[in-house]
């Protein structure tokens, strides 16, 4: 299956992604991990204000296949995350990098990103697997 990762993301190895948006990062999984997990029927987030660290778990994806975890791909503190993925882990499912972002960070370090892979990077190694 092809899939396609928009520009103006960033990747981690563990298929989290950091979307920059002025001094804040929005965070989500790649559709290439929800593709992998399947059905997905629950999702567990960080509270806001809570200080996440980079490459430390934030939360947790459940599907029908597995519970992972999700890794932060940059530190920062939680200023928001998505009441309705909680809610409805259907919109995670449906739109990954769209309506299923699941957190919005005040990154402690923005430099972080440069140690993840842009959006092409990122679709060779998906191709390559």
């Known amino acids: 299956m092809a899939f396609s990762f928009p520009d103006g993301f960033y ?14 990062v929005r965070l989500g999984i790649s559709a290439f991990a929800v593709d992998q997990l399947g059905d997905i029927v629950f999702v567990d987030l960080p509270e806001i204000g809570q200080d996440l660290e980079r490459n430390k778990s934030f939360g947790s994806v459940e599907s029908v296949k597995a519970v992972e975890d999700m890794y932060s791909p940059i530190s920062g503190e939680v200023l928001e995350r998505n009441e309705e993925v909680l809610e409805n882990p259907d919109k995670l499912q449906n739109d990954p990098h769209g309506s299923g972002w699941l957190c919005v960070v ?22 390559s697997q």
């Open 106 to 127: 005040r990154p402690s370090d923005l430099s972080q990103l440069k140690d993840l892979m842009d959006a092409g990077t990122y679709s060779k190694k998906i191709a």
């Open 11 to 24: 990747f981690a190895d563990s298929h989290e992604y950091a979307k920059p948006e002025g001094d804040l």
